[in-house]
């Protein structure tokens, strides 16, 4: 439990950040607690696996695939008719290489279908740091295909040098602007790609704070938006017309030596509308919003995968 609690102060603290790398931290502390765990009582293991899924839950507003893989991974504990808990042990870590197997999948999946795209001489734009929509363009250079891409600094805590970084370290020809020049660049650009924290119901994306901006300034400009994400990313939280919760992150990332009497907001995520949404890429294709429902009905309706509730 000392290491769940450890690597929840540091998903709460931002030390780790980023969907994906969340979600493995979440999985390998699992592991470990499951291999620790001292009691023999099933009774007290799932006990103890709520708490700790309960406490994972609460970090941080916008982690649906960490909750999801919470809840994959447990579900078939709960599940179990086994009563000893070396064996329920046994059947956590399975499901969690599982899960981590499949998710891996899933995104070479969702980034072969984005990288089919990309056609020579374009110029593609991109904003925060989002390891699968790296992943996407790095895959069309691989596929021999001779393009640009425009990245945003990220403000305030800079992703976008992150992704600058690995497009310039694969030879991807790549052109740095802060976050207000999207304005400007995006006439010049023939496509736009985001990752995507979280999917809802209705075809919305939460992602980095800025997101939204952008995709209504390249609706303005008649330039496609997509969004990149497994569906694994899908947020059943927001299925009754509830709000996304939006993280506010601290001020001091802003600015570390205001004045006292400053108000401070800093929101790490926005909400993107589906209207400004050309499609959501995954690995089942490229969906149009509006049908992001019906697709993950089939997904989580099979018998190994559920939605976490």
Same mark, same amino acid.
């Given at each position: ?16 950040? *980023? ?56 579900? /078939? $504990? ?71 891409? %425009? ?20 030879? %991807? /020809? ?38 939204? *901006? ?31 919760? %939006? ?23 926005? $909400? ?6 050309? *499609?959501?890429?995954?690995? /089942? ?25």
């Amino acid at each position: 439990m000392e290491r769940i609690k450890d690597i929840a102060d540091k998903i709460r603290n931002f030390e780790i950040r *980023g969907t994906k790398n969340t979600a493995i931290a979440v999985i390998d502390a699992l592991k470990i607690f499951a291999q620790q765990t001292t009691t023999e009582n099933k009774t007290v293991f799932l006990a103890e696996l709520a708490q700790a899924q309960q406490l994972l839950f609460n970090t941080r507003k916008t982690e649906p695939l960490m909750r999801n893989a919470l809840h994959y991974i447990i579900n /078939k $504990v709960q599940q179990s008719n086994n009563q000893k808990v070396s064996e329920l042990s046994t059947i956590l870590i399975t499901n969690a290489d599982k899960f981590l197997s499949e998710l891996d999948l899933y995104r070479n999946y969702a980034a072969e279908i984005g990288a089919q795209l990309v056609q020579n001489n374009m110029t593609i734009f991109t904003h925060c740091n989002s390891s699968l929509a790296t992943l996407m363009l790095i895959k069309a250079k691989q596929n021999g295909k001779n393009f640009k891409v %425009i990245c945003t600094e990220t403000r305030p805590t800079f992703q976008g040098r992150i992704t600058a970084r690995e497009l310039t370290s694969q030879d %991807i /020809k790549t052109t740095f602007i802060i976050d207000s020049a999207a304005q400007v660049f995006l006439p010049k650009t023939d496509f736009i790609i985001v990752g995507a924290d979280a999917i809802t119901p209705k075809g919305n994306i939460v992602n980095k704070i800025g997101t939204s *901006g952008i995709a209504i300034l390249a609706h303005s400009a008649h330039k496609p938006f997509y969004a990149i994400s497994e569906l694994f990313k899908f947020d059943s939280t927001t299925l009754y017309n509830e709000q996304e919760g %939006i993280e506010q992150r601290n001020p001091t990332e802003i600015w570390t030596d205001a004045p006292k009497n400053l108000n401070i907001q800093n929101p790490a995520f926005d $909400v993107t509308h589906s209207k400004y949404i050309h *499609g959501i890429i995954c690995e /089942k294709g490229i969906i149009p919003p509006k049908n992001i429902l019906k697709v993950t009905k089939t997904i989580f309706s099979s018998p190994t995968i559920h939605l976490y509730s």
